[in-house]
C-alpha cells in the first residue's frame, strides 16, 4: 500500500516562556515516525496533553517541524516548503475540537462553500460540491439555515461537509467528537466510517477508546512519543501499555479480557457488548 | 440573560421587496435618503406618503416592525419638534405666554421637520427589516469592489463584518455562561452605585476576551485548513442577479425621485403657478 502521509523522525517545541520571562522548549511532538497508509483508517489516542493535537497540526502544515526536527510528506510534498503548502492544505482537510469556532459563515451551505471559494472554483461547480458534501454528512435538508440552532454533531457534519467540499484524500478529525454528547459523537463516527469505507483516509483522534474499535491502525501516544501502535486487538492485548498512559480499554474488551484471564470461557477480544452479554448469560446457567 | 437577542431586524417572509437584490436595494435605500432632503412642501409629502404605502406594501413587513424602528430617534424627534415651534419666529403670532411664542411658520417648519425624519427612518428600516445581514455584507463587498484599484481590502473587510456577523451568538452564548458561572461563585451584579456595578462586570469582561482570543486563533487555523489565503483568486458560491423587480423599483423611485428635484430645482418659475405644490 501506498503512504499518503509520512512522517520522518519529526519533533516540534513549543516556546514557553516562564515568569521571569525565560524562554524554554516544550517538546509537543517528539522524534515522530508514522506512516499513513492511502485508504486507512488511523486512530490517535493519548490523554489530554499528549501531543496529539500538535502532530494532527504537523499533518496540514499548520504546524511545521522546526529546522532540522524531522519531515513532513504528503504525498511526497514537503509541508517545509511555502510553495506546497496549499496543496497539503488541499490533500488533508481537517475538522477541529469545537464546532462553533469553526464556522465561517451564518448560512450553513455558505460555511460549506468557504473551502472551494478559496481555491476559486467557478460558481456552478461550487454549489455542486456544497450539495454533494452535504448530502455525503446527511444534512442536505439544513443548507439554507443558520448553524446556531442546530446539535453538536449536526454542526461538527457541516464542519466535516467544509472539508470534504475542499476533495482532500485525508480528513483528519482532530478530537471532534470531544465536545459532543453520544449521539453527536455516533453520528460523526457514523460519517467517518462511511467516508472511509468510499476510500477517504480517515485520521481519528481521540481520548475515547470505544471510537476505536473499528479503526484498521490505533497510535498510542505519550507525552508526544508514539508508545504503542498496531491494530486495535494488539493494542487492546497490551493492557499495560494503555493503563499505563492513563487511556481505558472500552469497558466490553475490559470486561471480557478479565473474565478470559479468570479461566472463563470468553473471547477475550470481544467488542459487542450484546454477545458478550449473551455468552456471560449462558456462563451463569452452566455453573 | 441573553438567549433571546435576536441580531439585526430582518422580517423573515416572503415578498416583492424581501426578493430584491441587496445591491440594488442599498443604492434605492440611499436615494431615498438624499431624496428626501429636496422635500420641502407639503403637497410633496402628500406623495411621498403614497409612496411609501406602496414600498410597505411591497415589503409584507406589518407597519408595527416598521414604526418599532422609530423608538430610536423618538427623543430626537421630540426635541426638534418643539424647538421649531418655539425657536421660529417669522409669520403669524398665533399664541405667546411669558416668553414663549408660537407662529404659524414654526408650526409649518415643526410639521415637515416631523415628517422628514419619521419617514427618512421609516424608509430606511425597509431596507434592514427585508435584507438578511448576510446579503448586506454581500452586497456591501459588492458595491465597494472599485475601492480594490486603490488598494482598500474590500473582500477582507466584508469577511470581518460577516464573522462578526456568525460569531455573535456564540459570544451571547459564552457571556451568559460566563455570568452564571460568576453568580455561582457569589458575584453580585444587581446592587451598589453604578461605579461598584460597573466593576462588577470585570470578572465577566476578562474571561470572555480570553476566550475570544482562543476562539479567534482556533477560527485562524480552521480557516487556513479550509485553504485560505491561497495564490489563487477568490471565487463566491453566491451570484447576484438583477430581476425584473430590481428594474422596476429602480425606474418607479427614479421617477418619483426625478419629479421632486426637478420641482425643487424649478420652484422659481413653477411656484407662482402652482402654488399649492409649494405649500
Known sequence: ?287 | MFRDVTFGQYYPTRSFMHSMDARVKILLNILYLVGIFFITSFAVYGFLTVLLVVMIACSRVPLKSILRSLRGILFLLLLTVILNIFLNTSGKLLWQWWIFSIYDQGLYSAAKLFLRLVYLVMGASLLTLTTTPVDLTHAIESLLKPLKLIRVPVHELALIMSLTLSFIPSLMEETDRIIRAQKARGANFDTGGLIKRAKAFVPILIPLLVSSFRRAEELANAMSSRCYGGPVKRTSMRVMRIGWRDVVATLVMLIFWGGVITLYAMSGTLSPMVPWLYF
Open chain 1, 1 to 287: 500500500m501506498e503512504n499518503i502521509i509520512s512522517l520522518d523522525n519529526v519533533s516540534y517545541y513549543y516556546k514557553v516562556y516562564d515568569e521571569s520571562g525565560k524562554r524554554t522548549f516544550h517538546a509537543g511532538v517528539k522524534n515522530v515516525t508514522l506512516d499513513i497508509q492511502k485508504g486507512s483508517f488511523v486512530a490517535l489516542v493519548g490523554h489530554n496533553g499528549c501531543g496529539k493535537s500538535t502532530l494532527a497540526k504537523l499533518l496540514n502544515g499548520l504546524l511545521i517541524p522546526q529546522q532540522g526536527k524531522g519531515k513532513v510528506l504528503v504525498n511526497g510534498l514537503d509541508t517545509a516548503d511555502d510553495k506546497n503548502l496549499f496543496e497539503v492544505r488541499k490533500t488533508v482537510g481537517m475538522v477541529f475540537q469545537n464546532p462553533d469556532n469553526q464556522m465561517v459563515a451564518s448560512i450553513v451551505e455558505e460555511d460549506v462553500a468557504f473551502g472551494p471559494e478559496n481555491l476559486g472554483i467557478p460558481q456552478k461547480e461550487i454549489v455542486e460540491r456544497v450539495t454533494k458534501s452535504l448530502q455525503k454528512v446527511g444534512m442536505l435538508e439544513y443548507a439554507k439555515r443558520t448553524p446556531t440552532r442546530l446539535s453538536g454533531g449536526q454542526k461538527q457534519r457541516i464542519a466535516i461537509a467544509g472539508a470534504l467540499a475542499i476533495q482532500p484524500q485525508v480528513l483528519v478529525l482532530d478530537e471532534s467528537t470531544a465536545m459532543l454528547d453520544p449521539m453527536g459523537r455516533k453520528e460523526v463516527l457514523n460519517v467517518a466510517h462511511q467516508l472511509n469505507k468510499e476510500g477517504m483516509t480517515v485520521v481519528l483522534i481521540t481520548h475515547f477508546m470505544e471510537e476505536v474499535l473499528d479503526a484498521d491502525v490505533v497510535v498510542v501516544m505519550n507525552n508526544g512519543e508514539i508508545v504503542a501502535k498496531g491494530t486495535p486487538m494488539q493494542i487492546f492485548d497490551n493492557a499495560d501499555v494503555v493503563d499505563k498512559v492513563g487511556l481505558r480499554l472500552p469497558r466490553t474488551v475490559e470486561l471480557a479480557a478479565r473474565l478470559h484471564a479468570q479461566g472463563f470461557d470468553v473471547d477475550r477480544h470481544c467488542t459487542d457488548a450484546r454477545l458478550l452479554g449473551e455468552k456471560i448469560c449462558q456462563l451463569l446457567q452452566k455453573n
